[in-house]
């Protein structure tokens, strides 16, 4: 069993305003995703590499609450919420081998589909993010077909995903337990501290940095350099 960064995960109260946010940091456009009706969510995407992708989501005005608490958290956005890199999910071949191997911590598996695509993905009951955000969601793909491959190719890859927490050891010991090939770096922060993700990205601007607003005092949720 393997398994690589299949996205990341910005969450807004507004997708308009999630996307802005995003294309302030990293000067592309999203593209069209769509909506997710068992979580009353949609989203826009934006390529990241062959197999590999940044989602922006948000709650869908367009449709009722569900009787569950959405995923990645988004119940507890206030309508002012700033937009933030809050998730990231993993693929694997074998989620439920997967799930096993990581324990209790990611969640249930369920079943979800966007327009032609479905999948499985790790959700927690209560639609936390494991870990506070440092650890995973799963997804196993059903079928050929993956986001990335309907997308333009705008010249941004996902180069290293650092991640903070105040266990960085129980967050590496989960990566290693489902063999996660990918570009991670881990900082120690204090035991009161939240966890942060700050996503590197090469873009056609140069090298910029996508994480939370939250990350220092001075940090607007990115910032970029030239190449």
Request: proline share 10%.
């Amino acid at each position: 069993m393997k398994s690589v960064i299949d996205h990341i995960v910005v969450v807004a109260p507004d997708l308009a305003v999630g996307a802005a946010f995003v294309s302030k940091v990293l000067g592309v456009e999203l593209q069209q995703g769509g909506a997710h009706p068992r979580m009353a969510t949609h989203n826009l995407l934006l390529r990241l590499g062959e197999s590999s992708y940044l989602e922006v989501i948000a709650p869908d005005p367009s449709v009722a609450r569900p009787p569950h608490p959405r995923w990645f958290a988004l119940d507890h956005l206030a309508p002012d919420s700033p937009p933030l890199l809050a998730a990231w999910v993993v693929r694997t071949d074998d989620i439920r081998s997967a799930s096993l191997a990581c324990g209790p911590i990611t969640g249930n598996i369920e079943s979800m589909s966007r327009g032609h695509l479905s999948w499985r993905i790790t959700v927690p009951q209560d639609g936390s993010l494991p870990l506070g955000g440092a650890a995973p969601a799963l997804i196993e793909w059903q079928g050929p077909a993956h986001p990335a491959g309907t997308l333009r190719d705008v010249g941004c890859a996902l180069t290293l995903l650092e991640i903070f927490h105040p266990e960085p050891l129980r967050v590496q010991a989960l990566l290693k337990a489902v063999n996660l090939e990918a570009p991670i770096s881990f900082r120690q922060l204090s035991a009161a501290a939240k966890p942060v993700l700050v996503a590197h990205v090469q873009t056609p601007r140069g090298h910029c940095k996508l994480s939370s607003p939250w990350h220092s005092r001075a940090w607007d949720g990115g910032s970029c350099r030239d190449s």
